[in-house]
């Protein structure tokens, strides 16, 4: 079964550390995505990736970073984490018109 | 300017009964990509239809219907005879074809509660 995993269902974190979100795809996508996700604001894009050591800023990037090493998986880095960080991040990946989703980290910073 | 907008927040029903979840759309372009995803308790977003600009017919699959309005620049959702394994948060996206790597553009979803 095709899928995206994200590496933590549940993250707690201290308030200035270092935090790194892994995302994983077995599907050979190109593109690869991460999203924030809060409650009445949707899904926001925070960056992304089209191939390899690439990527962009998408609508959110402030305070966060990526890392895309291997085609099959990309990283969110939180260099130094906020209260106003905490949230659920969604990463996806897609080829073509076919985006699949991994559930999602729900992290919280204290 | 590109944006989705669900208006529902919230919406609850009794199973059984037919809900409809809005989605209204704003873009300047001719060509585009119309999708709703499903989000269940579990997290991940499924896939439920897409629609490309080009094609406003209506789509049934099952008690799942899609009304698509270039018109009001609306894609709506209907689910007939709800049940509670509805009960998710339900995303309307907008992508374009060209440039933007697939990129989705999120409507701030609509969180569906069926009760029995």
């Known amino acids: 079964d095709v899928k995206v995993t994200q590496s933590s269902r549940y993250l707690v974190k201290r308030t200035g550390e270092k935090v790194f979100l892994e995302c994983v795809q077995d599907?050979?996508?190109?593109?690869m995505f991460w999203y924030r996700q809060d409650p009445g604001l949707g899904l926001r894009l925070i960056y992304f990736?089209?191939?390899?050591?690439?990527?962009e800023k998408g609508d959110i990037p402030e305070g966060y970073s990526v890392s895309r090493e291997k085609k099959e998986r990309f990283s969110l880095i939180l260099e130094s984490a906020s209260t106003n960080q905490t949230s659920m991040y969604l990463c996806a990946s897609s080829r073509g018109l076919t985006t699949r989703f991994g559930s999602g980290t729900r992290l919280t910073v204290v | 300017a590109q944006k989705v907008t669900q208006a529902q927040t919230e919406i609850s029903v009794v199973e059984k009964e037919d809900v409809t979840l809005d989605c209204v759309y704003e873009t300047r372009d001719t060509t585009y990509y119309l999708f709703w995803y499903k989000q269940p308790p579990s997290g991940e977003l499924v896939f439920l239809i897409r629609?490309?600009?080009?094609?406003?017919q209506n789509e049934i699959s099952g008690r799942y219907s899609w009304n698509f309005q270039k018109s009001t620049s609306s894609f709506n959702f209907t689910i007939t005879a709800s049940q509670v394994v509805d009960s998710a948060v339900y995303f309307c996206a907008l992508r374009f074809p060209s440039g933007g790597y697939n990129k989705l553009i999120f409507g701030a979803g609509t969180r569906l509660a069926v009760h029995p």
């Open positions: 599907m050979d996508h190109e593109n």
């Open positions: 990736s089209y191939d390899v050591k690439m990527k």
């Open positions: 629609r490309n600009s080009f094609d406003e």
